[in-house]
């Protein structure tokens, strides 16, 4: 102001200039951009435990996480083509139950059965082959293990997917498959391989790639066992599917176990958050319309109630 003249005969050239109403018109304009931000943003809340009545069939997927299932003859892995094909099947899921159990040399459970999709996904991007410390393949134990670990006293259709190569089952796996559909499950088999199999990568310290070899510094191939997933299924009273770098052939199998029993029953679940992305937008909108209102320059009547004057 100085750098003009003297104020007081600038207010006297300029009775209409105002010092403060360009400061508020640019902090409403500031805020106001803030809160519309925050409100493009998405902000959501209120998310709480329900209670929800579905209605139907329960699935317990058994997963072969053995180091024979890191062998590339299904792309990008055999082990990491399972996990995408559980999840393109969670995403099926609308009224079902879902549990996870892995094996390897032994069977462990993962998930317990759930209505609750988005834990079935975080679980399953936990798993790799470090999860289970023995190695080996025992799919008669996951079979015994995931029979136990339906819902007592359900109603429902029961059905066990397992998924794996086959290679070196080491237990009674058509008398574990027997003695689930003696209790009213049906088995289902995915393979998960090729029969002219693949070496087993591995990965030193220093971050060089390997396969893994014997002791007669041959290369280990891995190959699916077919013939004894058939069997598993044919015990199982369920179907076998092979999958390949396109198929997993869980789609065909759910369509199977979708045609079975439903019962109703009532599932705990997170409801989904509220949005409130209107309440930042609206606060916006308020500040835009307060910034148009107030002019740069004084007018007759804002004049008198002094509003925006600065008193010397």
Same mark, same amino acid.
């Given at each position: 102001?100085?750098?003009? !003249?003297?104020?007081?005969? *600038?207010?006297?050239?300029?009775?209409?200039?105002? @010092?403060?109403?360009? @400061?508020?018109?640019?902090?409403?304009?500031?805020?106001?951009?803030?809160?519309? *931000?925050?409100?493009?943003?998405?902000?959501?809340?209120?998310?709480?435990?329900?209670?929800?009545?579905?209605? %139907?069939?329960? *699935?317990?997927?058994?997963?072969?996480?053995?180091?024979?299932?890191?062998? !590339?003859?299904?792309?990008?892995?055999?082990?990491?083509?399972?996990?995408?094909?559980?999840?393109?099947?969670?995403?099926?899921?609308?009224?079902?139950?879902?549990?996870?159990?892995?094996?390897?040399?032994?069977?462990?459970?993962?998930?317990?059965?759930?209505?609750?999709?988005?834990?079935?996904?975080?679980?399953?991007?936990?798993?790799?082959?470090?999860?289970?410390?023995?190695?080996?393949?025992? *799919?008669?134990?996951?079979?015994?293990?995931?029979?136990?670990?339906?819902?007592?006293?359900?109603?429902?259709?029961?059905?066990?997917?397992?998924?794996?190569?086959?290679?070196?089952?080491?237990?009674?796996?058509?008398?574990?498959?027997?003695?689930?559909?003696?209790? !009213?499950?049906?088995?289902?088999?995915?393979?998960?391989?090729?029969?002219?199999?693949?070496?087993?990568?591995? @990965?030193?310290?220093?971050?060089?790639?390997?396969?893994?070899?014997?002791?007669?510094?041959?290369?280990?191939?891995?190959?699916?066992?077919?013939?004894?997933?058939?069997? @598993?299924?044919?015990?199982?009273?369920?179907?076998?599917?092979?999958?390949?770098?396109?198929?997993? %052939?869980?789609?065909?199998?759910?369509?199977?176990?979708?045609?079975?029993?439903?019962?109703?029953?009532?599932?705990?679940?997170?409801?989904?958050?509220?949005?409130?992305?209107?309440?930042?937008?609206?606060?916006?909108?308020?500040?835009?319309?307060?910034?148009?209102?107030?002019?740069?320059?004084?007018?007759?009547?804002? !004049?008198?109630?002094?509003?925006?004057?600065?008193?010397?």
């Amino acid at each position: 102001m100085k750098d003009f !003249g003297e104020h007081e005969i *600038i207010t006297q050239l300029m009775p209409e200039r105002s @010092v403060t109403r360009p @400061v508020v018109k640019l902090t409403l304009l500031t805020l106001a951009l803030a809160f519309f *931000i925050l409100g493009i943003a998405g902000p959501q809340f209120g998310n709480k435990l329900q209670e929800n009545k579905r209605k %139907g069939v329960e *699935i317990i997927i058994a997963l072969d996480v053995s180091n024979s299932m890191l062998a !590339g003859d299904i792309q990008p892995s055999r082990l990491e083509r399972a996990k995408q094909a559980i999840s393109s099947l969670v995403d099926r899921l609308r009224n079902d139950k879902i549990g996870l159990v892995v094996f390897a040399g032994e069977a462990f459970t993962q998930l317990p059965i759930t209505a609750d999709y988005v834990s079935a996904k975080m679980f399953l991007s936990t798993i790799s082959p470090k999860i289970v410390s023995v190695q080996g393949t025992a *799919i008669g134990a996951a079979i015994n293990l995931a029979s136990k670990s339906f819902s007592p006293d359900t109603k429902s259709g029961k059905a066990i997917i397992v998924i794996t190569d086959g290679e070196n089952h080491e237990d009674d796996v058509i008398g574990a498959a027997t003695a689930a559909h003696d209790q !009213g499950i049906f088995v289902h088999t995915v393979g998960i391989g090729l029969p002219e199999g693949a070496p087993l990568p591995l @990965v030193a310290e220093n971050g060089q790639k390997t396969f893994l070899k014997d002791n007669e510094g041959n290369v280990v191939i891995s190959k699916l066992d077919e013939a004894l997933l058939q069997k @598993v299924a044919a015990a199982g009273k369920g179907i076998y599917i092979r999958a390949t770098n396109t198929e997993a %052939g869980l789609n065909t199998i759910f369509d199977e176990i979708n045609k079975m029993n439903k019962a109703e029953y009532k599932a705990k679940v997170y409801s989904d958050y509220t949005d409130q992305f209107q309440w930042p937008i609206g606060i916006a909108l308020l500040l835009f319309l307060l910034e148009l209102i107030i002019l740069e320059r004084k007018t007759k009547w804002s !004049g008198k109630l002094n509003l925006f004057q600065i008193k010397k």
